[in-house]
């Protein structure tokens, strides 16, 4: 006979991250925020990484420590070698280790091919691509020091890498975004393959629209809504804490044998919505 239901929840550490250290990149504003915000919830203590706006960081900082738990915002451009690893090292310094990293920051510069200079393919690629391979580069350094601690989790580490719909779904204007995208792909799986039999999972989590800053244009009138929602069988644009809870999700124990896997969190974005009546 297998586990009942309520032995294994007795089991089961809820709340799901609790005594869990985890680090958001770009945590100050929209889905990295609401992640931040999220894992808090759930028991993690949380870095809060940014790289400008300070306040904006305090305040995401003030609102995890309601729950509770500790955090602190650290400021560090992804992109840069050095800075990620100091930020990783002020990490295991001030909360003993890493159990959780949120490699989240990423950006836009959009244009069409033609007029895209290389100074926007460059800032791109270096922050949504470069950024996310030091972030897990340094977390993995880290959880293979100290290896698994039952107590705390089931795996050694768990790397989140934020993708997109756009590492699958082409996108004209976007072609440095879309190449990033696309790369995270292939870096999150091999990294799952390389990293795995060291009980570290790998995983992203990929959005659809979600109603953030970086596609404000997309959403902020009835009429741009309304020609996004066509493209969204769920009929919704998304929210900052539909990516939260998923991460907070992918992140636990309960997804433990889940690895190198996308979650696509995008109301069917993924779906080829004009195939409902076409083809
Ligand atoms: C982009 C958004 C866009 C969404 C769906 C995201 O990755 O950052 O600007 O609205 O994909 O196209």
């Not at 960081?57 to 100091?86: K, L, P, T």
């Not at 977390?139 to 790397?159: C, Q, T, Y």
């Not at 082409?170 to 790369?183: L, M, R, T």
């Not at 799986?189 to 390389?194: H, K, R």
Request: overall charge negative.
């Amino acid at each position: 006979m297998g586990t009942s239901i309520s032995e294994s929840r007795q089991t089961a550490a809820y709340p799901l991250l609790k005594g869990q250290k985890a680090l958001v990149t770009g945590a100050n504003s929209g889905i990295g925020k609401a992640t931040a915000i999220g894992l808090g919830k759930v028991g993690a203590d949380v870095v809060v990484n940014y790289v400008s706006d300070r306040e904006s960081a305090e305040a995401v900082v003030r609102e995890i420590e309601s729950f509770g738990v500790r955090a602190y915002a650290h400021e560090a451009d992804v992109s840069q070698e050095n800075q990620v690893a100091e930020m990783i090292s002020r990490m295991v310094d001030e909360f003993g280790t890493i159990d959780v990293l949120v490699a989240n920051a990423g950006l836009q510069r959009d244009a069409a091919a033609t007029d895209m200079t290389l100074a926007q393919w460059q800032k791109v690629l270096d922050v949504n691509l470069t950024g996310q391979f030091l972030c897990a580069r340094e977390a993995a350094k880290e959880f293979l020091r100290r290896g698994v601690v039952p107590e705390v989790s089931k795996s050694a580490g768990k790397i989140i890498c934020m993708s997109s719909v756009h590492q699958i779904i082409p996108w004209a204007g976007h072609v440095n975004y879309a190449a990033s995208k696309g790369g995270v792909l292939m870096m999150m799986q091999t990294l799952a393959q390389e990293f795995a039999p060291h009980k570290i999972r790998v995983n992203a989590v990929a959005p659809g629209a979600i109603r953030t800053p970086i596609n404000r244009d997309a959403w902020d009138s009835p009429a741009a809504e309304a020609d996004l929602l066509r493209l969204i069988p769920y009929r919704r644009v998304g929210d900052p804490e539909d990516i939260a809870t998923a991460v907070a999700a992918l992140a636990s124990d309960l997804f433990d044998y889940v690895v190198g896997a996308t979650l696509y969190v995008d109301g069917g974005m993924t779906l080829f919505p004009g195939f409902a009546t076409g083809g």
